[in-house]
Every structure is written in C-alpha cells, then in structure tokens.
C-alpha cells in the first residue's frame, strides 16, 4: 500500500482493532513488512508469512536495523497464505492481518478459510482490499462508460501494465465471503476518500486536514463506497458460537 497517507489512515486503524500488546499477529502477505515493524515497536509479536524470500529479508533487515529487541519480536515464514494453520499452528494467533491479498488469489474463500484457522476464537482479521465501487466511479468521470458499464458486472479489474489483473471487489461481495469464513464483521472502512499519491507533497497543515478529514469519512456512507480501498475488521467466533464453513 503506496503513499504516506493511506499508510498513515491504514495503521491507525488496525490499531484500534487490535487486542493490547503483546498479541500474537500474523501479517499474510506482508512483504516488506511495512506494518509488522510499527506493530513489534508497539510491543506486538508479528509474524509475516510471504512467499517471496527477497521481501522477507527486507522485512528482517529493516527489523534488525531499528534495534535487536524489535527484530527479536518480527519473525519471517516463506509460504502461502492458504498454508497459515500449516506454517503456524491452528488457532495460534490473536490476530492476523491479510492487507491486498484477497483480490489478487483465484480463491478468496480458500485465503480466509486458512486465516480462520489460525486464529484463535474471538481472533481480530485485518483485510483490506481494492474497491470496484471506486474503480467505477473513477472510469466513469475519465469518461470511459464502456470500462464502467463492465467493471459494474465482472470482478475482474485491469492492473497497471505488466501486473497480472486483480479481481477487485465491492465490500458487500467480500463481506458475503468473510460471514462464511466464520467471522463477524465489527468494521467496515474506506481507506484514500479523497487522498490519492501526490497529497504526501502536501504542506504540514494541508496534509493534516486531509488526514482529519479521511479518518471522519471513513466509516459514513456515501464517503466509503468511494474509497480506492476497503478495510473490513473481523472477528473470528467463539468456540461456542455456531460456525458456517465456507
């Protein structure tokens, strides 16, 4: 997730989802682990699950380059995130964080089964992904009706060239999946309202009116339909509640 401003939207609001440090936290495809280390700084223990050994190494370097106590609190697993329960252990984690996955597999379904898994009852997920609503909007007001009229019908959405396409969806379609999935939904957001790349070059009081004013839309309608990315937090059932599999 680019651009300094979404970042800063995104993290806050994972914080307000997640359980007091220290709390067991898996980042499925986590990378770089842009998150893992402002999460292990606050006391978190996070394990970032990827299948690229280049970005994990990132991810541990850039750990280790802010002090050995946070680096000893980051972890590094190469794998799938359908393969989490494997990797991890079932019901392991307190929470799990799946940012810009879902969109971009053949099977979401299969992706939030596997964080189901892991997660212990009462478990918090972190999901975020692109939102077709926006992408609608945006071909529309470029005046490419045909590109609009389609994305209206088909989850698939073109990616900037050379990237395989992302199956981009509206917060209703993958809220459908997360219920299944046996979790409940407890927060839905719009992440980049109004933000877009270039507003990190914003002035210092310029930028803070941008950042107060995406943290009061993003959780009121029509303002989070329109967001380039949803954020739906979860939280996984209770032993004792019934369970719907997917």
């Given at each position: 997730m680019s651009g300094r401003v979404r970042f800063e939207l995104l993290l806050g609001q994972v914080l307000e989802a997640l359980p007091r440090p220290p709390a067991e936290v898996v980042d499925a495809g986590g990378g770089t682990g842009q998150l893992a280390v402002p999460l292990a700084r606050l006391g978190h223990r996070v394990t970032v699950v990827d299948t690229s050994a280049a970005m994990l190494a990132t991810c541990a370097q850039r750990a280790a380059d802010e002090s050995p106590e946070l680096a000893e609190r980051i972890a590094t697993v190469q794998g799938d995130v359908v393969e989490l329960s494997g990797l991890l252990g079932p019901a392991s984690q307190d929470a799990a964080l799946c940012h810009e996955v879902v969109t971009c597999?053949?099977?979401a379904a299969a992706v939030l089964g596997a964080l189901a898994e892991v997660l212990r009852p009462g478990g918090v997920l972190s999901l975020t992904f692109a939102n077709r609503d926006w992408l609608v909007l945006r071909a529309g007001r470029r005046g490419d009706y045909p590109g609009a009229l389609r994305l209206l019908d088909e989850p698939a959405a073109p990616s900037s060239a050379g990237q395989q396409a992302h199956r981009a969806m509206t917060a209703d379609e993958l809220g459908g999946h997360v219920a299944k999935a046996g979790f409940e939904v407890v927060g839905s957001y719009g992440v980049s309202v109004f933000s877009e790349g270039r507003d990190d070059d914003l002035d210092g009081s310029a930028l803070h009116a941008l950042?107060?004013?995406?943290?009061?839309?993003?959780?009121?309608?029509?303002?989070?339909?329109?967001?380039?990315?949803?954020?739906?937090?979860g939280r996984r059932a209770t032993a004792n509640a019934p369970q719907v599999r997917p």
């Open positions: 597999v053949d099977d950042l107060e004013l995406e943290r009061r839309v993003a959780g009121r309608e029509p303002y989070r339909s329109g967001a380039q990315v949803v954020h739906i937090i």
